[in-house]
């Protein structure tokens, strides 16, 4: 594994444990070249998937993008990083159970909007308004009205 901090090639694990999901192993890593300390996870991949985005264009499916996309959406919530990664890995999962090599970007924006709907309203919100294009005040209020009204029934 090579250091992120001097790109060193030789590094040493000094402590391994499963994440709180199971779904993991996190490892404590430490570089010989100039002994800065990170943190790597192992995962088990099933597939290699492959994103088809609205422009019909593919790339690979990149784990740390989603986490990115949710981490912004939660930026300044109050929310455990632990939650975050739960949902990521629960989403991750979900379109590997799908069975496609393929999966279209609208399916893993509406697994983002399904978990964020149960983990935070306001990052729900937030997500939502980039996923769906709000261009002006009133798509927010539209779409919190029709949100508001789910609530209610």
Same mark, same amino acid.
């Given at each position: 594994?090579?250091?992120?901090?001097?790109?060193?090639?030789? *590094?040493?694990?000094?402590?391994?444990?499963?994440?709180?999901?199971? =779904?993991?192993?996190?490892?404590?890593?430490?570089?010989?070249?100039?002994?800065?300390?990170? =943190? =790597?996870?192992?995962?088990?991949?099933?597939?290699?998937?492959?994103?088809?985005?609205?422009?019909?264009?593919?790339?690979?499916?990149?784990?740390?993008?989603?986490?990115?996309?949710?981490?912004?959406?939660?930026?300044?919530?109050?929310?455990?990083?632990?939650?975050?990664?739960?949902?990521?890995?629960?989403?991750?999962?979900?379109?590997?159970?799908?069975?496609?090599?393929?999966? *279209?970007?609208?399916?893993?924006? *509406?697994?983002?909007?399904?978990?964020?709907?149960?983990?935070?309203?306001?990052?729900?919100?937030?997500?939502?308004?980039?996923?769906?294009?709000?261009?002006?005040?009133?798509?927010?209020? *539209?779409?919190?009205?029709?949100?508001?009204?789910?609530?209610?029934?």
């Amino acid at each position: 594994m090579r250091c992120p901090f001097c790109h060193a090639d030789d *590094t040493q694990v000094k402590d391994s444990r499963p994440t709180e999901d199971g =779904t993991a192993i996190r490892r404590r890593r430490q570089c010989n070249a100039c002994g800065a300390r990170f =943190t =790597t996870f192992e995962r088990v991949q099933l597939r290699e998937l492959v994103v088809i985005k609205k422009s019909g264009r593919r790339e690979p499916f990149d784990r740390e993008k989603l986490a990115r996309s949710i981490l912004v959406a939660c930026r300044k919530r109050d929310i455990e990083p632990e939650r975050i990664e739960r949902l990521v890995s629960s989403i991750q999962r979900q379109l590997e159970a799908l069975g496609e090599a393929e999966v *279209t970007a609208e399916q893993i924006g *509406t697994l983002v909007m399904e978990g964020l709907a149960q983990l935070d309203p306001v990052a729900y919100v937030r997500f939502a308004s980039v996923y769906r294009e709000f261009r002006e005040a009133k798509d927010f209020e *539209t779409f919190v009205g029709q949100l508001s009204k789910s609530v209610k029934a």
